[in-house]
């Protein structure tokens, strides 16, 4: 008997019976759909994590200045220690051989305004070197220039969040927005940025939309500073030239800042590298539990799909007899009951895909994160499909197959 007419037979049986059939596939299909979406969102976390951290640079070291309580404030400074400063900066460049960029920024939290409109916000000083080291780019307008941190110039960079809430209908640029007493034209608005809600020192729950960035010089003449004894810059930014020596560099840099600030806890030492390597980790066990959890849903499935083809060998035993005594071999039997086997978790598995994809675009569209839906994904789920229907269909494909025709044809 060839092939083709095996599978007439098979897909046959399934037709007959198609009420079984479907309810059969449902376990295929819902772990099919579930391996698929839980996929999707360990997938959709782990980019989103990729996209964060690279936002910081993976070649980077980031050095962040405490928040201190006024009292500890106080023990610090007494221990003869300013806090970060441009000449921490001057220093790590100095000393430190493998850093190619340092770049400095102050922060200060404020109120910007325009015309009747207010949003919370930071007021970020920085240099051009900022943007050198983060590849920062304005959506619209253009980004600060060495120009205008050397003319101290009262210009402005606006985050995605701010332009919304100040700007919900107008075109920023140009305008000029009061920050504190001071005005600043608007030259550019950057694009929509990640959140850092992980505890990374003072990088925790950081919302880089409400940021607005200033000329590092126009920041320091024209902004009090927020604390009496508060450091003179909030973060240093440190590009390293070779990745593979960050771990050096920052115990290097480590050693200097401590020698500066006299051995003071009052800053955080960040390498976003390492925390990219953890994130990665953490993600794959995290898409490892989530799979196993799907595939529970496929075990139960192709236990399914084994007791209904073990009822369907006995419910049909008269029919093996006569097809034996006609002169069907063993091999035959076997074949079409595993066809039929295979058939369920195909067609179940072909079903699943359509609804795991439909799911995940669901969850993308509802929820706060994102999902992606992969090739390797759907083609896992769909192999494990068919695997799943010839492993558990083999053992009612043999079952049928070692069946005694004689017997069988007795069989009422």
């Not at 959709?44 to 309580?69: H, P, T, W």
């Not at 610090?76 to 051989?97: C, H, Q, T």
């Amino acid at each position: 008997m060839e092939l083709r007419e095996h599978l007439q037979i098979g897909l046959e049986g399934l037709r007959v019976h198609r009420m079984r059939s479907i309810l059969t596939m449902l376990g295929i299909i819902f772990g099919v759909a579930a391996v698929i979406a839980m996929l999707s969102i360990g997938e959709g976390a782990k980019r989103e994590a990729l996209e964060k951290y690279k936002m910081l640079g993976v070649n980077n070291i980031i050095v962040r200045d405490k928040d201190l309580s006024d009292k500890e404030l106080d023990e610090v400074r007494a221990k003869f220690s300013r806090g970060l400063s441009l000449a921490d900066a001057e220093a790590i460049k100095k000393i430190v051989p493998t850093v190619e960029l340092v770049a400095a920024q102050a922060e200060k939290e404020t109120e910007a305004r325009f015309e009747d409109k207010s949003t919370k916000t930071t007021v970020v000083g920085v240099t051009d070197n900022f943007k050198s080291i983060l590849n920062y780019e304005a959506k619209t307008g253009k980004f600060l220039t060495m120009d205008h941190h050397e003319r101290q110039l009262r210009v402005c960079v606006l985050g995605d969040e701010v332009a919304r809430n100040l700007f919900p209908v107008q075109d920023p640029i140009g305008k000029k927005v009061k920050l504190e007493d001071q005005w600043f034209e608007v030259i550019g608005v950057m694009g929509t940025k990640s959140l850092f809600t992980e505890t990374v020192g003072e990088l925790a729950s950081r919302n880089l939309n409400q940021d607005i960035y200033v000329p590092l010089s126009a920041f320091s003449s024209r902004f009090d500073n927020a604390n009496r004894l508060g450091s003179e810059i909030k973060q240093l930014t440190i590009k390293i030239g070779d990745s593979e020596k960050l771990v050096e560099s920052a115990s290097i840099i480590r050693r200097v800042i401590d020698r500066r600030h006299r051995n003071n806890n009052d800053y955080d030492l960040v390498i976003p590298y390492e925390l990219l390597k953890q994130e990665e980790k953490e993600t794959r066990i995290y898409n490892m539990v989530l799979g196993s959890i799907a595939a529970i849903s496929l075990l139960v499935g192709g236990i399914g799909i084994m007791n209904i083809m073990l009822a369907t060998v006995l419910e049909r035993t008269r029919e093996i007899g006569i097809r034996r005594s006609l002169g069907a071999r063993r091999r035959e039997i076997l074949i079409q009951f595993l066809i039929e086997a295979i058939g369920l978790s195909l067609v179940g598995g072909l079903v699943g895909i359509i609804l795991g994809v439909t799911m995940s675009l669901v969850i993308n569209s509802i929820a706060e994160f994102h999902t992606a839906i992969t090739p390797l994904s759907i083609i896992v789920a769909f192999g494990v499909s068919g695997a799943v229907g010839i492993i558990f269909g083999t053992f009612p494909a043999k079952s049928a197959a070692e069946i005694n025709p004689i017997e069988a044809l007795r069989y009422e």
